[in-house]
């Protein structure tokens, strides 16, 4: 089976700094990737996703992740934080089972950002 | 207008209630789904539904049965609410079963057991 882990519960900067959210990940076979934002007592917003081509994903609102096989990760980064940028965020990957098509998600932790003024 | 709706959004009950929530997409889907969110954020699935046709049924206590009576309804009923069943639950569709689909989630229902 799949599995997610995103490096810090908690993660803190100010606003303008740069954001990293870490994401690694274990599959027997090249996954699929997925980073989802939560904001508070809301449903989960799809960030950007990787399948397959260009490693380098642009998603909504400023935000990019790289994948990177060697170092099986999936990490997420935006240039300069917003205050707006305050939410949880989830990694996930898909099932590894390539014959099922099953759509099963395996989402990570969450990573809680706050931005401060 | 609302992709996934779900109702209610919030929801307290006493243990040994049964209970149900319900869910719509308007978005041509495919595939729906049940999550559970427990007090720490942690998401699970629970159930999947592929046009009408259960897909994915997770390791879940049979007091939880989803219903399915088109692809743009998925219902969650519960019968015998324990007090480990409060948590978030979240439902979700997909254009499809595939791998590669995004997920478009609604906001949750909040069910608290007292």
């Known amino acids: 089976a799949q599995s997610v882990t995103q490096l810090g519960s908690h993660v803190s900067v100010s606003e303008g700094a740069l954001v990293l959210l870490r994401c690694n990940y274990s599959?027997?076979?090249?996954?699929?990737l997925f980073w989802y934002v939560q904001y508070p007592n809301q449903g989960l917003q799809l960030l950007l996703k990787?399948?397959?081509?260009?490693?380098l994903v642009k998603g909504i609102n400023g935000f990019e992740a790289e994948f990177k096989k060697s170092e099986t990760s999936f990490h997420l980064t935006k240039p300069s934080a917003h205050m707006s940028d305050a939410a949880e965020y989830f990694c996930a990957v898909s099932d590894d089972d390539r014959g099922s098509t099953l759509g099963r998600l395996y989402f990570g932790r969450g990573t809680q950002l706050t931005v401060w003024p | 207008d609302t992709a996934v709706s779900q109702t209610p959004k919030y929801l307290v009950t006493q243990m040994g209630n049964d209970k149900s929530i319900k869910c719509e997409q308007n978005l041509g889907h495919d595939t729906m789904y049940w999550y559970k969110q427990d007090s720490k954020k942690f998401l699970k699935i629970m159930f999947s539904y592929n046009n009408k046709e259960l897909i994915i049924n997770e390791t879940v206590p049979n007091r939880f049965s989803p219903k399915s009576p088109d692809k743009a309804h998925l219902n969650l009923h519960i019968n015998s609410l324990e007090l480990g069943d409060s948590a978030v639950y979240f439902c979700?569709?997909?254009?499809?079963?595939?791998?590669?689909?995004?997920?478009?989630f609604g906001d949750g229902t909040r069910l608290s057991i007292l």
């Open positions: 599959s027997s076979v090249p996954p699929y």
């Open positions: 979700a569709s997909s254009q499809d079963r595939g791998e590669n689909q995004p997920q478009h």
């Open positions: 990787y399948t397959t081509g260009a490693t």
